[in-house]
């Protein structure tokens, strides 16, 4: 499931850029955020492939969409210059950020590479 993102949800589950400079990561699951607007062609294009991977990752991997027409604080904190935006957030190490409407197949890569996480059942 796929959960829309405020600043103050945003600063309790991801990063409270307020209180920390260094980046410290306040979720338990890796988290890959998506920075779109309802405006967006590519936006509402990849809308439904996140809501796909957030079944198919489901207890793995958290999926957040941030709407940056109505978070503009966190639009510019994270210097999102052009949408869709995908940040990519491990447990543990630094965020990646990606720009563009990725394939499915394509996500699916960056997801296992940066995220260390894989649909595949062992």
């Not at 980046?23 to 509402?44: H, M, T």
């Not at 965020?95 to 394509?106: F, H, L, R, T, V």
Request: net charge negative.
């Amino acid at each position: 499931m796929v959960e829309h993102l405020t600043k103050q949800t945003f600063l309790e589950k991801v990063f409270n850029y307020e209180i920390n400079k260094e980046w410290k990561f306040e979720g338990s699951l890796p988290a890959v955020i998506d920075f779109w607007a309802e405006w967006c062609g590519p936006c509402r294009m990849l809308g439904p492939v996140i809501d796909e991977l957030s079944k198919e990752y489901e207890g793995k991997v958290n999926f957040y969409k941030i709407d940056t027409e109505t978070e503009t604080e966190l639009a510019s904190a994270f210097g999102i210059r052009s949408i869709p935006s995908l940040l990519f957030i491990p447990v543990d190490g630094q965020p990646k950020m990606a720009s563009g409407a990725y394939p499915k197949e394509d996500l699916k890569n960056i997801i296992q590479q940066e995220l260390n996480v894989s649909t595949l059942v062992v």
